[in-house]
């Protein structure tokens, strides 16, 4: 695995009344210009937490595969440069940044942190960690009844994620339960790396299903064009879980709203420096849910979505 280190975009001489602040993810290190970053820099900046001022930053990531086996020494380097807090994306690079003593905060998508043992409870988590939650099963629920008005003949839908992500374990076992209560059919697409999106895709054309959803984390999210484009050459819909996919050509998606999650990412980083600690700071969830509709991908594989579903978006994209 090829670890990423974004070099220091802003740096200061380290004293009382600056601020360490490192960003880790499973796959590429995030740049300067990437949303998550201008959106909790900026959020921080409103704090009164200036880059080059009074406040450093650092983004890591384990690498384009998105591997995951180097994030536990990779968490231990972050350790070792005296950070005062550490932001990260997923469930893997939580549980690496559990292993140090460091402040973390989730800011999205590590699933239920109680189901994955990240802590003890959402209102005492107890360690080193807080952040922002998820329902997995209300929101897998309400996932799949919007994929069922595009098709109400669904049958059998196929859902991808990574079988090396406990937190998209759980989540994807929360859409199976959700997708067997509403009468359909799973069909386990579990994937580890690259490679595993030609099986994938292999069984899929052996047994083709009604529709696709996929879990996502820094694996699926490194492979989403090839489910686009799989999706797009069988006519199938697909639903995913933040609207970043469809404004990237997915059909749509229902999910926490993306850029609330991390300004409240933000609001946790700024109690932290100021003394409070993980384990006293309750976690959160999303207040504001977006569904949002790509209305041309919908055209381009001949799929009229009834007007009623299309009322339903909080934004169509055309």
Known sequence: MALTIDTPFCTVAHGADTYRLAMLV???????????????????AGYGYTLG??????????????QLSGLP?????????????????????????????VPTVVALGAGDPVAT?????????????TGISDNATTLSTKRLELLKQTKPNIRKVAMLWNKDDLGMTLRYQASADAAKSLGSAVQ?????????FADAFA??????????????????????????????????PAIYESDLFVRDGGL????????????????LIDRIF?????????????????????????????????????????????
């Open 53 to 66: 001022q009074n406040l450093e930053f650092r983004s890591y990531g384990g690498g384009a595969d998105a």
């Open 26 to 44: 499973a796959g590429d290190a995030f740049p300067m210009e990437s949303p998550p970053v201008k959106i909790i820099t900026g959020a921080l």
């Open 203 to 236: 069984a899929m054309d052996r047994e083709l299903p009604d529709a696709i959803l996929m879990v996502a984390d820094a694996l699926t999210i490194l492979n989403r064009k090839r489910v686009f484009d799989y999706a797009a050459a069988h006519r199938l």
């Open 252 to 267: 749509m998606s229902y999910g926490s709203d993306f850029k609330e999650s991390l300004e409240r990412s933000a609001a």
């Open 188 to 196: 386990p697409l579990g994937v580890r790396e690259p490679d595993d």
């Open 73 to 101: 020494q990779l968490a231990k380097d972050i350790a070792a440069t005296g950070v005062d807090a550490v932001v990260v994306f997923g469930w893997p690079p939580a549980n690496a940044m559990k292993a140090t003593n």
């Open 117 to 129: 043992g990240l802590v003890a409870s959402l209102a005492r988590p107890g360690g080193n960690v």
């Open 274 to 318: 100021k003394g409070a600690k993980p384990a006293d700071l309750p976690f959160e969830e999303p207040t504001h849910y977006l569904f949002v509709v790509n209305l041309k991908t919908a055209k381009s594989i001949g799929l009229e979505l009834p007007p009623n579903l299309l009322a339903l978006a909080d934004e169509v994209i055309e």
